[in-house]
């Protein structure tokens, strides 16, 4: 009589190769369900610095951009409210307008507009950013 032919017992060579490959089963398992999730809060937490400094670098740069605008129409604004301008002859202030816009090139028209609804702008038109000037006065071209 041999062992695999007794009622009630279990061969040992079976259950320790059963056991081992279950065992090792579980344990890389176990490993790469944890680097699994780990990478993956990495990943996310990763994610979310890149777009905090990519947001921050677009802000800079938008501010640095436009900054000098924002400067140029204040000083612009005094000077017209304040200056040695006549509010009324149009070409005096278009060409300030035109001067003005020279000093940013991130401008494309400047604009006065007197109480009267009379328009006088200094814009860009081409590539070469020459500049132009036109006035228009109470709804005519």
């Known amino acids: 009589m041999t062992i695999l032919s ?3 017992r279990i061969p040992i060579s079976p259950t320790i190769v ?3 490959v279950a065992l090792l089963v ?3 398992g176990s490993v790469l369900a944890i680097s699994y999730f780990s990478s993956l809060r990495n990943t996310l937490r990763l994610f979310g610095e890149l777009a905090t400094q990519s947001s921050s670098f677009v802000i800079d740069e938008l501010k640095d951009h436009l900054d000098p605008v924002i400067e140029q129409a204040d000083w612009a604004a005094d000077l017209i409210a304040n200056g040695p301008f006549d509010l009324d002859d149009a070409q ?3 060409n300030f307008l035109l001067g003005a816009l020279a000093a940013t090139p991130q401008v494309d028209v400047v604009v006065y ?3 009267e609804r009379k328009v006088v702008r200094a814009f860009r038109r081409d590539v070469d950013h020459n500049v132009h000037l ?3 006065g109470q709804g005519t071209e």
């Open 6 to 8: 007794r009622p009630g």
């Open 18 to 20: 059963t056991t081992f």
């Open 26 to 28: 579980v344990l890389l």
């Open 92 to 94: 005096q202030i278009g």
């Open 113 to 115: 507009i007197t109480p």
């Open 134 to 136: 036109g006035c228009r």
